[in-house]
């Protein structure tokens, strides 16, 4: 027939429809135990010809997207539809049936009435076995593996996980009218890419943007810059996220021009109060709210008050060493990494980001003219189980983002108070967790960067949190810092260990359980013992925290 003549692209023909078949219904177990109500696989076996679906694709009872797929055992090869949309179809061909090997053995069992033979294949480490029966005049199986063999009336994985033939029908085909609507056809590995990011929904947030260090910098479009560059920040109208669903950020970095690793953060901009960071951004650092703790110095925008929320941090992360731009600093053993990729579960401020505008931005600390480039985007992926979400209160955000525009670096902790935040909660909250994100800096062998410090947390005067955030991991991620500096003993700087952080790593934020808290007054202190200056050398942390409550 033709009906695939168009919806295969290519020089493919379905003969299926209006002739004779054999449709065969298998069912999964694992242990031997079958689930009720599940969707079998049903398979429809011609003369040259094989066609794999199952009961809700077949039937178009499936969410998009879904996929059909065809054995044509003359030429030897898969034809493969994947229905994205309604109108969204695209087909490939796969020629690995050629390629698969088997292992005969003497075997025979009885399936259904018909006598079956023993195969059995290695697939990427598993162990299947398949039994196939020649006592019927076509082939097929319920998946790719096998077609050939014959009509395969059970497959086992591992031992364990089987799909058998239940039932084998004799019947006239008529195919569903919706597989034939024209596909695009593609090679096999942009099928499969379209397919996988067709599963879940993706917001670009920055493409190829430059973060660096100029005098000269203006925004342009819908890019914000500011404090000379480092900070880009935009307006982005975000979709409306189920409760079933999940978040996720990803961030590539490039060099484009500095060599060195940077602290970087993206972050979301509170707009909820009488003031908000950006209008420190738009207005000067020092129309923030200030923050003191008896040393003498002003810190601007970090913690929060009744009329103000400081940024609420999505994302910590390190750039490396001059990825990608230093790339011909060449090591013999050594293959450098094109870009660093960062990726978290953001999953917790959906709540934030659900249905509403909001203000996202990427800071880059960094005073080089080519600086880094930057990619980002939230992924949101559906169809978990529906869950609360939580209810966000932004406490302190000590990185001081707008460095270059003269924010105070994060020194507050050279006192026994280092910082305290007082809130109250109108209502009453349950199952609290502060979400604690902590690195230390002090660039040189007696600053903080390189010198375990106890963090302490203490929530209402009671100690909630002590541990030494600590990174022993940094040589992993050695290929992605082409420009990292070697010494005389043999390690490169970006193998040493640091206050939970790497060059080219994402830094993971603790969830510390509060319990429940009451409505009323609380007080939140983050104490550390940082270490003193030396000459113009000096130690800081950058700490944010966030409550999380149903």
């Known amino acids: 027939m033709i009906l695939l003549l168009q919806a295969f692209g290519a020089n493919a023909q ?28 049903w398979v429809f076996a011609g003369a040259t010809q094989t066609l794999i679906t199952n009961e809700k694709d077949f039937t178009k009872k499936s969410p998009y997207p879904f996929e059909v797929s065809v054995a044509d055992h003359k030429k030897n090869e898969l034809e493969l539809l994947a229905f994205l949309g309604a109108q969204n179809v695209i087909s490939t061909t796969d020629t690995s049936l050629r390629n698969q090997q088997f292992e005969f053995s003497n075997e025979t069992k009885t399936i259904l009435g018909y006598t079956c033979k023993k195969a059995k ?45 239940e039932k084998i029908e004799k019947q006239k085909l008529q195919l569903p009218s919706f597989v034939k609507t024209p596909a695009h056809q593609t090679d096999l590995l942009s099928y499969r890419d379209a397919i996988w990011k067709s599963r879940f929904t993706t917001i670009p947030l920055f493409t190829h943007q430059v973060i660096n260090f100029s005098d000269t910098t203006k925004s342009t479009g819908d890019i914000m810059r500011f404090a000379s560059g480092t900070i880009v920040v935009k307006k982005i109208k975000m979709p409306v996220i189920d409760s079933g669903s999940s978040a996720f950020l990803d961030v590539t970095e490039q060099s484009n021009g500095d060599a060195y690793d940077r602290t970087g953060t993206v972050f979301l901009i509170p707009v909820d109060k009488k003031q908000s960071f950006l209008d420190g951004l738009k207005n000067g650092v020092n129309t923030l709210p200030i923050y003191t703790n008896g040393n003498g110095k002003k810190y601007q925008g970090v913690i929060a008050t009744p009329d103000y929320n400081p940024l609420i941090e999505l994302m910590r992360f390190f750039t490396p060493f001059g990825i990608k731009q230093f790339n011909q600093n060449a090591i013999k053993g050594k293959q450098w990494q094109e870009a660093a990729p960062y990726r978290q579960d953001i999953t917790d401020f959906i709540p934030l980001l659900s249905n509403k505008e909001v203000y996202i931005g990427v800071f880059i600390g960094n005073y080089d003219k080519g600086g880094h480039k930057i990619t980002a985007n939230i992924t949101v992926h559906h169809d978990g189980p529906a869950q609360l979400r939580p209810h966000i209160v932004p406490l302190f955000n000590t990185l001081n983002a707008m460095e270059m525009a003269g924010q105070e670096y994060a020194t507050m902790f050279d006192t026994d108070k280092g910082i ?20 230390g800096h002090g660039g040189w062998g007696g600053g903080d960067e390189f010198v375990p410090r106890l963090n302490t947390i203490l929530m ?15 040589g992993t991620y050695r290929l992605y810092n082409p420009a990292s500096g070697n010494f005389n003993n043999g390690l490169s700087s970006s193998d040493l260990s640091r206050s939970n952080w790497c060059p080219g790593t994402v830094t993971n934020p603790f969830l510390i359980e509060l319990g429940d808290l009451a409505a009323g007054e609380h007080t939140l202190q983050v104490k550390i013992p940082q270490g ?18 149903d």
């Open 121 to 165: 294949a290695i697939v990427r480490s598993n162990t299947m076995e398949l039994w196939y029966t020649d006592q019927l005049p076509v082939k097929g199986a319920p998946s790719a593996l096998g077609q050939n063999l014959g009509l395969v009336l059970e497959m086992t994985r591992n031992g364990n996980s089987s799909i058998t033939a």
């Open 420 to 439: 305290t935040v007082q809130f109250t909660l109108a209502n009453p909250l349950k199952n609290v967790h502060l979400r604690y994100v902590t690195t």
């Open 460 to 474: 209402d005067g009671k100690i909630v949190f002590s541990m030494i955030p600590w990174r022993q991991d940094c």
């Open 14 to 41: 379905l003969n299926l429809d209006n002739n004779e078949v054999y449709k065969i219904t298998y069912s999964s177990s694992f242990n031997g135990k079958t689930r009720e109500h599940q969707n079998k696989t």
């Open 532 to 549: 003193k200056p030396e000459g113009t050398s000096f130690s800081s942390w950058n700490v944010s925290g966030v409550l999380l409550a």
